[in-house]
């Protein structure tokens, strides 16, 4: 379950960070640069870069950036420390 909150984490602050998170993509040179330069960007881990950059577009819009958050949000409340 935490790694699970984890990579929701991760994809909600893509998903706040966006234009930022397209740009640091688009300069890399090759995937592995993305998945670090995103994990540095965000401040998260090889998985949770790595489930960045297979986020599909269409999952960036507003709906289901609240419906990933509410998820995190619930995931969080089911562990003994919140976090």
Do not use: C, W
Not at 18 to 27: A, T
Not at 34 to 53: T, Y
């Amino acid at each position: 379950m935490r790694q699970q909150l984890m990579l929701h984490e991760s994809l909600v602050k893509a998903m706040d960070r966006r234009d930022e998170v397209f740009q640091v993509i688009e300069d890399s040179e090759d995937v592995d640069e993305a998945i670090r330069r995103v994990g540095q960007l965000l401040g998260v881990g090889e998985l949770g870069s790595r489930a960045v950059l297979n986020l599909q577009a269409r999952r960036f819009t507003r709906d289901q950036r609240r419906a990933m958050a509410s998820y995190a949000e619930e995931l969080r409340s089911r562990l003994p420390d919140g976090r």
